[in-house]
């Protein structure tokens, strides 16, 4: 397993907190202003924004909540614009990171990754130095226990999908850009629900991680998903199942 399922695990176990903490809210309702900002407030004419709400509902956010966020992103209500930028870097073991960012101030947010980094076995890397490591695709993750593969196969393939991975008791379908909301639609249609329906970025290669340098990145993982500013963190890294298991059950 590589490490976007490693870290859709630890996630997993971090999301009680988070929600109660409100940072699932505030990077949520972040999304959803820019996505109306960028294509307008329809969401039956805008995709990201389509996606944006469903995640929304999916962590139980008020429907007055959504509907304020959109309002901000249309100019309907006064809002802060934000600015979104990717941030590259390398973390122990040599591994790549990309951090997808949404800020109001470009520089603070900047430094305060750089110091992240820098205090957490890591360094900041120049633009391009880690992003080709990294191919833009829809993913889509059911975790439905009865469902049959064979069948899942039949329905993503005939859709678009690219690739279908088992992972634990999940799968894991990706897609081109382009055929995300098909491929989606065919899951929907045959219900089958995703835990995950989202656009993001997977490495082409792992770097394989060890005890050590393998806690030092989930720790890393976890200071820079905190941040604020920081909307998605991606990363290359690949980890011993039984070191997951000890970093989830001390987590």
């Not at 949404?102 to 603070?108: E, S």
């Not at 305060?112 to 900041?124: A, F």
Request: with cysteine; proline share 3%; hydrophobic share 40%.
């Amino acid at each position: 397993m590589g490490g976007h399922s490693h870290w859709s695990t630890i996630k997993r176990h971090k999301a009680g907190v988070d929600a109660k903490r409100g940072k699932i809210f505030t990077k949520l309702i972040r999304e959803m202003t820019v996505a109306a900002r960028v294509g307008g407030g329809d969401a039956d004419a805008n995709p990201t924004l389509r996606t944006c709400i469903a995640k929304a509902k999916e962590a139980n956010m008020p429907a007055d909540t959504i509907k304020r966020a959109i309002q901000r992103g249309t100019g309907e209500l006064p809002g802060v614009n934000y600015e979104e930028f990717t941030l590259e870097g390398y973390g122990p073991g040599g591994t790549g990171i990309l951090l997808e960012i949404m800020t109001d101030n470009r520089n603070r947010t900047v430094s305060e990754i750089r110091s992240m980094l820098g205090k957490n076995h890591g360094t900041m890397a120049e633009a391009g130095a880690v992003a080709w490591q990294f191919h833009k695709k829809g993913l889509l993750v059911t975790d439905e226990p009865s469902i049959d593969e064979d069948q899942l196969l039949s329905i993503v393939l005939e859709a678009g999908a690219e690739d279908v991975k088992q992972a634990g008791n999940s799968f894991e379908i990706t897609t081109d850009i382009s055929e995300f909301e098909a491929v989606r639609a065919a899951l929907q249609q045959a219900g089958i629900h995703t835990s995950v329906a989202e656009m993001t970025y997977l490495s082409v290669n792992q770097v394989r991680l060890e005890e050590k340098p393998a806690e030092q990145m989930l720790r890393l993982m976890e200071i820079l998903d905190d941040h604020d500013d920081v909307q998605k963190v991606h990363a290359n890294f690949d980890i011993p199942d039984e070191v997951m298991e000890k970093v989830a059950a001390s987590g």
